[in-house]
């Protein structure tokens, strides 16, 4: 009996994770600060949306960031104040480590300005990208 307690507090500890890992996935997370650095249309590779640009950070090897990208593609068509840009993780590794990227898919929501106000981990539902999109003022 003894012998089983280590290994039922295993599968609890395991079991915790694995259900706050996947509600955590896709969630959108505001910035509580929005005076941080703001990204360039070079770091981007595209002009900044005239209210909001979504920055969806993936990488090659990652079948989650595809159906992101499908995702985020899709729902920018019918938004003309938005834009989407696509950046590979993989041949930016400056910039992921300067943003702090820990995993793909990561879409980054900015401003206007350019300025990063909140973030996506994992791939959103379309309902938590129609929130952040209208939480960007």
Known sequence: MKSLVP???VLVAASAFGIWFQRTR??????KTINGPRMTVQQIGSPLGARVTMVQFSSAFCSPCRATRVLLEQMVQSMTDVTYAHVDAESNLELVRQLNILSTPTTLFLNRDGVEVGRAMG???RSQVLAAVAAVH
């Open 7 to 9: 290994l039922l507090v």
């Open 26 to 31: 896709g969630e959108f997370r505001r910035k």
């Open 123 to 125: 791939t959103p539902k």
